[in-house]
């Protein structure tokens, strides 16, 4: 099977049941953990033309189901926020105990920003 950057398939895998390609190797969907629901990429299997990503290599493609609309970025993140709301957060690497860096407060504390147009699409998708 060939896949295209932004093709949404009905997937069988670990976590997920529609997964949008990633472009190289990923499965971006909809998983539930711990009663929070977040995207999370899982990879093609190697019956299926994976190489890489274990243990995360499960997916097995269905069928495809569309297409993400322009404008919406295939990722699982949009990079990085400060607790403190900044952008301007950077890993500045071991040693701990302070790996992060921020311009805008004295205690960073970094989080995923979400991509909530991605988790929309997918999540009506599965409704």
């Not at 950057?5 to 190797?25: A, P």
């Not at 921020?102 to 409704?127: A, I, M, Q, T, V």
């Amino acid at each position: 099977m060939n896949f295209s950057k932004g093709e949404v398939w009905r997937i069988r895998s670990r976590n997920l049941t529609i997964g949008v390609f990633d472009g190289d190797e990923g499965f971006i969907g909809i998983r539930t953990k711990f009663e929070s629901r977040l995207l999370f990429t899982e990879y093609l299997a190697r019956e299926h033309g994976g190489t890489k990503h274990l243990p995360f290599d499960t997916v097995t493609p269905i069928e495809r189901v569309g297409q993400v609309p322009e404008g919406i970025e295939i990722t699982d993140h949009l990079g990085s926020v400060c607790q403190c709301g900044s952008t301007s957060i950077r890993w500045t690497g071991p040693p701990a105990p302070a790996p992060w860096e921020c311009d805008d407060c004295d205690e960073p504390l970094s989080f995923r920003k979400p991509n909530n147009p991605l988790f929309d699409y997918l999540d009506k998708l599965e409704g």
